[in-house]
């Protein structure tokens, strides 16, 4: 006698399941890339340590570690949000790996959550180590300003994922690792990151003033330095979030 066996069919995962999966997956990608690790982390703790014990480039008024610190956190989300993700991405579109993920239940929107979410995670470890750094070097953060430094990492983790959608969604991935590393130089020399826009010669200062780099290190600047909330560069940098993401979702290609 034979009976019939029954399966029960295997349950999709859950939205929030999917995406956290695809955040694990995006994080090791990114910490198994040596050159990114190299950009997002390495290069970071030796500019704070070398502008923590020199006295050029002049960084205005403050404790020098103080300001120095706060910059070398916005280089920090700059280089995982922006310099990392655009390469990425852009490689990965390139493999017609974005195409595939994005007719799978994952969908287009928890491809882009996962990028933010391991993103954050990157930045979490940047800026402990760059903490602890900034520590023993005699880093003094204002307490009254942790939140608000939280708010421009948040906001400027938005916008630069959103600036590197754009980028590596729109060029081929060629041209997404030369400008990507191009701008990530201009943005440390003249965007106000490390030097703060005061400090730069001429009208440079003035031109650079609303660019999201220079947003985001004043943000951190005023929240670490000073415990204020500079509501100013809080603007600029959700203005351009807010810029690019429509952009991102109007010009982004998933096939090269």
Not at 19 to 33: D, K, T, W, Y
Not at 40 to 47: C, F, M, R, T
Not at 207 to 226: E, M, Q, T
Request: contains cysteine; hydrophobic residues 60%; aromatic residues 6%.
């Amino acid at each position: 006698m034979t009976t019939d066996a029954t399966t029960t069919p295997a349950r999709a995962a859950s939205p929030r399941r999917r995406v956290m999966a695809q955040a694990a997956f995006e994080l090791g990608s990114l910490l198994r890339n040596g050159e990114q690790l190299l950009v997002s982390l390495v290069l970071p703790s030796l500019a704070l340590v070398g502008l923590s014990l020199t006295s050029s480039p002049s960084l205005g008024p403050g404790r020098r570690v103080d300001v120095a610190t706060a910059g070398v956190i916005a280089l920090c989300v700059i280089s995982a949000a922006f310099t990392a993700q655009a390469i990425s991405t852009g490689f990965d579109r390139r493999y017609a790996v974005l195409r595939y993920l994005g007719v799978t239940p994952l969908g287009r929107g928890g491809l882009v959550a996962g990028k933010v979410l391991a993103t954050l995670a990157v930045e979490v470890v940047q800026i402990a180590v760059i903490a602890v750094l900034g520590l023993v070097l005699g880093w003094h953060p204002a307490a009254a300003g942790i939140a608000y430094a939280v708010l421009f990492v948040v906001a400027g983790t938005w916008a630069f994922v959103a600036l590197a959608l754009l980028l590596a969604g729109t060029l081929r991935a060629e041209a997404v690792l030369a400008i990507a590393n191009l701008v990530w130089v201009l943005l440390l020399a003249v965007g106000g990151v490390i030097v703060p826009r005061g400090e730069l010669p001429g009208g440079v200062g003035q031109a650079v003033a609303f660019l999201p780099s220079a947003g985001l290190a004043d943000g951190l600047r005023s929240a670490l330095v000073d415990g204020d909330l500079n509501l100013l560069a809080l603007a600029v940098v959700l203005a351009w979030g807010v810029v690019s993401t429509a952009l991102a979702a109007r010009l982004f290609r998933f096939d090269d």
